[in-house]
């Protein structure tokens, strides 16, 4: 894919919301993570209630091989340090895209391609195999817990916990799923969005659903500068009642912002962020 800092190393950054002007900050890692081949992608944040620890999960895809394994840290907000705690790998996290953590070691991951081979993925996706899935991981139990999706993308936890919203990319729908005690998931609805979603973002104040989306996917993955890749950010309410209603918040044809892939609010502030390009900063009306 493009990118516009190609010898620059992964980060991940930290910025506060509550600044008027953003002072996006990469946080250090533990010194057994390897910065040259450390390529991360997606990441989820889980609280543990009883003590207030943060972990934060992290899809990574390490170069030069790109096999996915899950790296789960501790994050220290005073030092703005992030503990490397144990990497995960596992035959059915063949080739994770996101992940939500349910707890200190389990999460749910979206598969974006069944063959791991970058050869067999551009088969897969010339086929249209609908064979990507979501995959419940704990350390004593990993199962797929959902099947049949074209290429399973952004996924996340509903603010009550009863249900995960999983992206099907290629579908343009986000798929809403029952979760039961047992961590099984029972499929409930598709919602088309008519575009590719990406990320997915709930709010915790309103349980609306946003994401950065590609109207054009083409454009990301065949970059051209006189024909930059769009983006789109669109807003989900309601999604569990017999009318969703899908609003598309913002579109720009890629002269700021190109390749939106999540969107995320915090009173009454929109930030977008991007697969390669900028992080945009909005004052929601
Ligand atoms: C999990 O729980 C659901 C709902 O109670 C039930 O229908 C299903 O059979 C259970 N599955 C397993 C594998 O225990
Ligand atoms: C995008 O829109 C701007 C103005 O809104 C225009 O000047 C520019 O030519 C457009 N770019 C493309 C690639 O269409």
Redesign the pocket.
């Known amino acids: 894919m493009k990118s516009f800092a190609p010898d620059r190393p992964a980060e991940i950054l930290l910025v506060d919301l509550n600044d008027d002007v953003l002072h996006p900050e990469p946080l250090q890692l533990s010194k057994d993570i390897d910065a040259p081949s450390f390529n991360p992608h997606g990441l989820s944040v889980y609280i543990d209630e009883r003590d207030g620890t943060v972990y934060l999960f992290v899809v990574n895809h390490p170069i030069p091989d790109y096999n996915s394994c899950i790296e789960i840290f501790k994050f220290d907000e005073k030092q703005k340090f992030l503990l490397h705690l144990k990497t995960i790998k596992h035959p059915l996290l063949q080739s994770v895209n996101d992940i939500v953590a349910v707890g200190p070691e389990s999460f749910y991951a979206t598969n974006d391609y069944y063959f791991e081979s970058v050869p067999m993925k551009f088969v897969e996706g010339f086929l249209g195999l609908k064979w990507t899935n979501v995959v419940y991981y704990s350390p004593r139990d990993v199962r797929e817990v959902a099947l049949g999706l074209y290429s399973g993308n952004g996924i996340a936890i509903s603010n009550d916990k009863k249900f995960i919203y999983a992206v099907d990319l290629t579908a343009h729908t986000i798929n809403v799923y029952e979760k039961h005690a047992n961590w099984t998931l029972t499929p409930v609805k598709a919602v088309h969005v008519d575009t590719c979603a990406d990320n997915l973002f709930v709010d915790p104040v309103t349980g609306d659903i946003w994401t950065g989306a590609h109207p054009n996917l083409h454009k990301i993955l065949f970059y051209k500068d006189e ?2 890749p769009l983006s789109e950010v669109i807003r989900i309410q309601k999604i569990h009642s017999d009318r969703p209603v899908v609003t598309r918040v913002y579109v720009n ?3 700021v912002i190109q390749g939106s892939s999540v969107a995320a609010v915090y009173k009454k502030k929109l930030i977008i962020g991007t697969v390669f390009h900028k992080a945009l900063y909005c004052q929601l009306d």
């Open positions: 024909d930059p044809n890629g002269s």
